[in-house]
């Protein structure tokens, strides 16, 4: 995403992610480590702008006072990171980071294997409720 397409509250944005699923994607992404926490800033500006849409389409099989998590479509991250101007690389990262929280929510509530079959076939997105 280009500097000047960045909302201009996007450094207040938070992100509904976990330390360690950051650290994680720190580690295995192909982006600067420095570059993910503005990258992810960003990218949750756009989703929460489109909160109403992902209440009515997609299933949220977790919600918490952070955050709504929602199964999309498999693809979903190209898909939207091509829209709005992300490289390859910054769309994986995202795509990982997302995936990577359902996963550690699934850990917590011993639904990880039901989280692990549903992103066979789809994306998560997660959105912050803040």
Known sequence: MAADDRPDDADRVPVPLDGDVLQYTG???SIAPERLGSL???VQ???ESKRDEYRRAYECPVT???RDVYLVPSGYWTDLGAD???SESEIDAV???HCQQLRRLGTKTDRREEFETAL????AVVVSRA
């Open 120 to 123: 066979e076939i789809r994306d």
């Open 27 to 29: 580690a295995t992404a």
């Open 84 to 86: 709005i101007g992300l």
């Open 64 to 66: 918490d006072e952070e």
């Open 40 to 42: 992810l800033r960003e």
């Open 95 to 97: 795509s990982r980071a």
């Open 45 to 47: 500006a756009h989703l």
